[in-house]
């Protein structure tokens, strides 16, 4: 089975930078995603992970470490339209497939 | 533009009908594609994967006789909730990946989900 574990809820200033972790359990490995999520909509793909290390994507960057189980999600420059529920997912082997298993989410809510 | 399309975006129906939600992936083709059903406040629940060509493989506690999944050819996939009841009121989300060894192959779209609500 698979576990993921992430923070309910998190406050942060407008213009600071936020730091979202994300701790995982599962069988088969095979890359971590960051989605974001805004109430109402679908979610948007932000980043993918499968290979230890940072990957920056302008504000956004995304870190993982395997032998940890365990990736973050940083935001830099935070805007008001970022406030947002932030997911992280891993795919993980099942059943001789690989499907994705996402974690609760969680809540940001940026402030000025 | 939208890889992934689903429709409809809104439905309501009365309790003991069935509905249908389909799941189109315009750009690619997808052998594979998943449904998560979402309420509100709460994480993407898988329900079940769905495989062109052969059945659907669903999660523990996901009724195959109530919702139905056909994924009849490699760009569609259907889901279809029978004998509707009010609980099953929900936010339902397709998603698709594209074949490994492409550009875009280590992404999942996202479809732009159905709010079901059932009365």
């Known amino acids: 089975g698979q576990n993921i574990d992430q923070p309910t809820e998190m406050t942060a200033t407008e213009g600071a930078i936020v730091q979202i972790n994300c701790t995982y359990q599962?069988?088969?490995?095979?890359?971590l995603f960051w989605y974001q999520q805004h109430a109402g909509e679908a979610p948007t793909f932000l980043s993918y992970?499968?290979?230890?290390g940072l990957e920056e994507k302008g504000r956004f960057s995304s870190f993982l470490s395997r032998s940890k189980g365990y990736s973050y999600l940083l935001l830099k420059e935070l805007q008001m339209k970022d406030s947002a529920s932030y997911l992280c997912?891993?795919?993980?082997?099942?059943?001789?497939?690989?499907?994705?298993?996402f974690g609760r989410g969680t809540s940001l809510i940026v402030h000025p | 533009g939208a890889v992934v399309s689903q429709h409809p975006s809104w439905v309501i129906c009365k309790s003991g009908t069935s509905v249908k939600i389909e799941c189109r992936s315009l750009?690619?083709?997808?052998?594979?594609m998943f449904w998560y059903r979402q309420f509100p406040k709460q994480s993407l629940m898988l329900m079940a994967t769905?495989?062109?060509?052969?059945?659907?493989?669903?999660e523990q506690g996901v009724e195959k006789d109530k919702f139905l999944i056909n994924h009849a050819s490699l760009t569609l996939s259907t889901l279809t909730v029978t004998s509707a009841h009010p609980e099953d009121s929900s936010f339902y989300i397709c998603?698709?990946?594209?074949?490994?060894?492409?550009?875009?192959?280590?992404?999942?779209?996202f479809g732009e989900g159905s709010w079901l609500t059932v009365v």
């Open positions: 998603s698709a990946r594209p074949p490994f060894g492409t550009v875009s192959g280590n992404t999942i779209y």
């Open positions: 992970n499968v290979l230890d």
């Open positions: 599962t069988s088969g490995f095979n890359g």
């Open positions: 750009d690619f083709q997808a052998t594979t």
């Open positions: 769905s495989n062109e060509g052969s059945k659907a493989t669903y």
């Open positions: 997912a891993v795919m993980g082997a099942s059943g001789g497939s690989y499907i994705p298993t």
